[in-house]
């Protein structure tokens, strides 16, 4: 284990340690620097949304704590190519002034305020049979 300083102010645990592994003192670990201590589910969802989008936050679309619920809890796989599509979808929605839309791909629904760009919950292929989607005033098929 790496020498430990007397008098010296460590800023975290990550500093005291070193690389080592302090479950297995043998074995060294690559220190990423990448703690998020305190960050709920929901911000770092959205902060992956954000990196596989490419987007900037004020550009691409926003997913509600409620759609990120769902998003998890249906196992819906968000791609880049899959972000990518839902932001062409609601560039093109805003363009022919819709205010709240449902965009389809293969597998999934997506209800979505246009002038926020947010996606306010999602739906799987099962979970949209029978069902009737009511204050949408636009669809997009992707």
């Given at each position: 284990?790496?020498?430990?300083?007397?008098?010296?102010?460590?800023?975290?645990?990550?500093?005291?340690?070193?690389?080592?592994?302090?479950?297995?003192?043998?074995?060294?670990?690559?220190?990423?620097?990448?703690?998020?201590?305190?960050?709920?589910?929901?911000?770092?969802?959205?902060?992956?949304?954000?990196?596989?989008?490419?987007?900037?936050?004020?550009?691409?679309?926003?997913?509600?704590?409620?759609?990120?619920?769902?998003?998890?809890?249906?196992?819906?796989?968000?791609?880049?190519?899959?972000?990518?599509?839902?932001?062409?979808?609601?560039?093109?929605?805003?363009?022919?002034?819709?205010?709240?839309?449902?965009?389809?791909?293969?597998?999934?629904?997506?209800?979505?305020?246009?002038p926020n760009k947010t996606v306010v919950t999602t739906m799987s292929g099962n979970e949209?049979?029978?069902?009737?989607?009511?204050?949408?005033?636009?669809?997009?098929?992707?």
């Amino acid at each position: 284990m790496a020498d430990i300083k007397v008098g010296t102010n460590y800023q975290n645990i990550n500093q005291l340690v070193g690389s080592r592994n302090v479950n297995n003192p043998g074995q060294v670990t690559q220190n990423t620097g990448v703690t998020k201590i305190g960050a709920d589910f929901g911000t770092l969802l959205q902060e992956q949304l954000d990196k596989n989008s490419g987007a900037d936050k004020r550009q691409g679309i926003q997913f509600s704590k409620h759609a990120q619920e769902r998003v998890l809890q249906r196992g819906i796989e968000l791609t880049p190519e899959l972000m990518d599509d839902l932001n062409s979808a609601v560039k093109k929605a805003d363009a022919k002034g819709a205010k709240d839309v449902v965009i389809f791909d293969s597998l999934n629904a997506f209800i979505v305020n246009v002038p926020n760009k947010t996606v306010v919950t999602t739906m799987s292929g099962n979970e949209m049979r029978d069902n009737v989607f009511t204050n949408i005033d636009g669809a997009v098929i992707l």
